[in-house]
């Protein structure tokens, strides 16, 4: 056993001692940094968690976006931020670059549109106004079909979002958009029902392509068979009823519009389903018309000028529309070296059927030979095409068949390629003609040696006058006072006359009283018949006294 050591023996070597350990505390100082970087590392993996796609649009200009400010809106609410702005390499457009925010990225579809928002006044409204003090934003709208897409090219004019809006969108085509733009109304019966959210271009150029949104719950009457046309401006149309002016509404006047509507006889038509394309018209009459199926077609050789007839204008049958003029133009008859303008006509006989008056009789032309046949009769009978005007202010032509008796004979040669009606000119023409025959005539009458004839005959109706003026002269002269003599006497024996039968004249009192003696005669003469009628006695014996 060791022996207890010494403290007083310097050479002794020390015992070891267990002394237990303890633990320093840091400051409290440096959990701030620690507790800052666990806090940024969190927010770091939290932004990489929600971090979205980034995606480039392409615009014209960049007016009103700035790298870090511009948002990204869907429905007003922000979904990404602009992160940076750049020319393109080839075209000078300009490429903006944003991160989207990953909850968003199911939004961008293949038909997903973006555009900046900025003030605006279109016909649809006046947008965009909060941009005047927040900035310009890009808004999206929502794709819902194709697969997922990053790079986008920007619209210069704002759509119309009509994404929960109840209707339903329809293409339409035409050739031009004349005065529409986004935001110009769509009419039914007058009524505004909907309107235009886009237009783009055919890829040949020949045409463009409308897209309209029609509210429900008009959209239910569009149909297959519905008719739509430019309802723009206003329509004037001067006929035989005289001047008749007709628009769809003021806004449509101002602005431009469209409208549609169906045939009545085609209301039981199936509604139309969503993105259905129709033919945009010119105007109602032009989309009104009924397709007929039914169709002959003819060409007719006028020696007539074809100004003011126009592709389209009808084809009249004593009045009564019955086709119209499908084209016309110029061919060269090498055997005769001359130009002829053929005018190809189509006529519709379903017309005819319309026409004909509820149990009149009417004409077999259910076949091709019966049709033949009735036209070469109706020929036969006269019946010629003439153009005619329709309006004498505008100088519009139509066609016009009609019976001419006095016509010239003709015959329908069915075996040509184009069948061909025959004709006579046209009453202008006639009248020129008659008027250019009257201007022959009178170039030929010898209008030199009638005025040599009519200068004598002047000659002597002068030497006439002069004749005739001596002789009032000297009737002025010699006959006139001795005249005025006699009137003179006259005068004196009319007043002689009418003092001699005056009521004051002796000669009337005389007068007066022997028309009493001869009335006092007669009266006794009366007493004496009517005495020798009761007495005729008295003649033989004398007057008895009727008292004895």
């Known amino acids: 056993m060791n022996e207890p050591r010494h403290d007083d023996d310097p050479n002794a070597i020390p015992d070891a001692r267990l002394v237990e350990h303890r633990w320093h505390i840091p400051p409290l100082v440096w959990l701030i940094p620690l507790v800052a970087a666990l806090i940024g590392s969190w927010i770091v993996f939290e932004h990489w968690l929600q971090r979205g796609p980034n995606i480039t649009i392409s615009f014209l200009t960049a007016e009103g976006i700035e790298p870090g400010k511009t948002r990204i809106r869907y429905k007003d609410v922000d979904i990404g931020r602009v992160t940076a702005v750049k020319f ?19 939004f961008l579809r293949e038909d997903s549109r973006l555009w900046v928002v900025r003030p605006r006044i279109s016909p649809g409204g006046v947008s965009g106004i909060g941009t005047l003090f927040s900035g310009a934003y890009i808004a999206l709208a929502a794709g819902k079909a194709g697969d997922e897409r990053r790079d986008f090219v920007g619209l210069e004019v704002a759509p119309i979002n009509t994404e929960d809006a109840p209707g339903r969108e329809f293409l339409l085509h035409t050739a031009d958009v004349g005065s529409l733009d986004i935001g110009s109304p769509v009419l039914f019966r007058r009524v505004r029902a909907g309107r235009v959210v886009g237009y783009t271009m055919d890829s040949d150029g020949r045409g463009v392509q409308l897209r309209v949104f029609v509210d429900a719950p008009f959209d239910r009457f569009v149909t297959t068979d519905t008719r739509f046309w430019q309802a723009s401006g206003v329509d004037f149309s001067l006929g035989a009823a005289g001047l008749k002016v007709e628009w769809q509404s003021l806004i449509s006047v101002v602005i431009g519009g469209l409208a549609f509507e169906s045939p009545d006889e085609d209301v039981l038509a199936p509604p139309a389903p969503s993105g259905s394309t129709f033919n945009l018209f010119g105007d109602r009459d032009e989309a009104m018309k009924r397709p007929y199926k039914d169709v002959h077609s003819y060409v007719v050789y006028f020696n007539d000028s074809l100004r003011g007839l126009a592709v389209g204008a009808p084809v009249e049958f004593r009045g009564i529309v019955i086709g119209e003029v499908r084209r016309f133009g110029l061919e060269y008859e090498k055997a005769r070296g001359i130009f002829r303008t053929p005018v190809e006509i189509d006529i519709y006989p379903q017309r005819f059927r319309e026409n004909y008056r509820e149990g009149a009789e009417r004409p077999d032309d259910s076949t091709d030979a019966a049709h033949r046949d009735l036209v070469n009769r109706l020929v036969a009978a006269g019946m010629r095409a003439q153009l005619k005007t329709g309006n004498l ?10 019976f001419f008796p006095k016509a010239a004979p003709a015959k329908v040669n069915w075996d040509q390629a184009r069948v061909e009606l025959p004709s006579v000119q046209g009453g202008l023409a006639q009248l020129q003609d008659s008027l250019g025959d009257i201007a ?8 030199d040696q009638i005025s040599s004839q009519l200068l004598v005959t002047m000659r002597s109706l002068d030497a006439t006058l002069h004749s005739t003026t001596a002789l009032v002269d000297k009737l002025n002269n010699d006959v006139a006072p001795e005249a005025k003599a006699a009137l003179v006497d006259a005068r004196q024996a009319m007043d002689a006359a009418q003092a001699t039968l005056s009521q004051e004249s002796p000669l009337q009192s005389d007068l007066r009283d022997t028309l009493k003696q001869l009335s006092r005669s007669a009266r006794a003469l009366a007493e004496l018949s009517d005495y020798l009628e009761r007495h005729p006695e008295s003649l033989i014996r004398g007057k008895v006294d009727d008292h004895k």
């Open 88 to 106: 393109a390499d080839d075209d000078g457009r300009i490429i903006v670059s944003a991160a989207i925010d990953k909850h968003a990225a199911r």
């Open 393 to 402: 202010i505008t100088g519009q032509l139509y066609v016009s068949l009609d």
């Open 440 to 447: 022959t005539k009178l170039d030929k009458v010898p209008v």
